[in-house]
């Protein structure tokens, strides 16, 4: 080669170009079962009632008494118009409540119900796994 020629060498440079794609590699089926089961509940409950008991009573009177309350109980007093040389107010009946509160456990069956999640598996993908 002489000093005119010329060597040319080719520069060859390499380049990587990087994608991303979305690829299916498993499949799975999330459902959700529901599960009952009876239990018996418990509890204790009141249970009011009224007791009611009738006093005799003759006590003369001016005006006609309201209703009163002793303990746990209320009296209502009865009265009536006697014709005596004046008139006057005669309580003849007292009715006395009472509020019984009793107690009893009941027990009754109640269902309850849980919920769970099973996942399934696609086979098709699962053999291509293996």
């Known amino acids: 080669m002489s000093?005119?020629?010329?060597?040319r060498l080719p520069v060859v440079e390499e380049q990587?170009?990087?994608e991303r794609r979305r690829v299916e590699t498993d499949h799975v089926r999330v459902r959700t079962v529901v599960d009952t089961r009876e239990e018996l509940v418990s509890e204790t409950v009141e249970v009011g009632s009224?007791?009611?008991?009738?006093?005799?009573v003759d006590r003369a009177v001016a005006t006609p008494?309201?209703?009163?309350?002793?303990?746990?109980?209320?009296?209502?007093?009865?009265?009536?118009?006697?014709?005596?040389?004046?008139?006057?107010?005669?309580?003849?009946?007292?009715?006395?409540?009472?509020?019984?509160i009793?107690?009893?456990?009941?027990?009754?069956p109640v269902t309850l119900r849980t919920m769970r999640a099973v996942v399934e598996r696609d086979p098709v993908h699962q053999q291509e796994d293996h």
Do not use: N, W, Y
């Open 3 to 7: 000093d005119t020629d010329e060597l």
């Open 16 to 18: 990587v170009s990087v």
């Open 50 to 56: 009224l007791d009611i008991e009738r006093r005799p």
């Open 65 to 100: 008494p309201p209703p009163r309350e002793e303990g746990d109980a209320t009296i209502i007093s009865v009265v009536e118009e006697r014709l005596v040389v004046t008139r006057q107010l005669f309580v003849i009946e007292e009715v006395v409540v009472r509020r019984v």
């Open 102 to 108: 009793a107690r009893e456990t009941v027990s009754m």
